[in-house]
């Protein structure tokens, strides 16, 4: 088996590990989120071939919400050399809808991605009745 080493974090990943490119995908890494009781905001963070090279838990919240700075985002993402990475948060409430405060957080994080030229491929919404992604509903 084969392992690279982030050069940002350290952390050893398997060169073998499947590849995150769907929704389905990201939900499978991040699923367990659906049992939260608060929000929690997560980021997988993708090497060129679509690897996970880093996890981050990078706010825990409220009952309805949870944000952060978009620096607590993209500090880990260069540290590791990422070329993209994907958010998933939950919904405690089960709803699957994208509130305007998750529509306005996420352009905010694309924005400050685009400026250091790492790519968000997504952000995926988890609740008790299953996933969303914004990108495949056009929000992203």
Wanted: aromatic share 4%.
């Amino acid at each position: 088996m084969k392992h690279l080493i982030c050069e940002g974090c350290r952390k050893k990943y398997r060169t073998e590990s499947p590849t995150v490119s769907s929704p389905r995908e990201v939900y499978a890494r991040v699923k367990r989120l659906a049992t939260a009781k608060s929000e929690r905001l997560i980021v997988l963070y993708l090497d060129e071939q679509n690897h996970v090279i880093d996890r981050k838990v990078v706010s825990v919240g409220g009952l309805n919400t949870t944000r952060t700075h978009p620096r607590e985002i993209m500090r880990p993402a260069i540290a590791c050399g990422a070329l993209g990475f994907i958010l998933a948060h939950n919904h405690p409430s089960g709803s699957l809808e994208a509130s305007q405060d998750d529509v306005d957080f996420t352009r905010a994080i694309r924005r400050a991605a685009e400026i250091v030229g790492i790519g968000l491929y997504d952000h995926v919404i988890v609740s008790s009745a299953g996933f969303v992604s914004m990108k495949e509903g056009g929000t992203l």
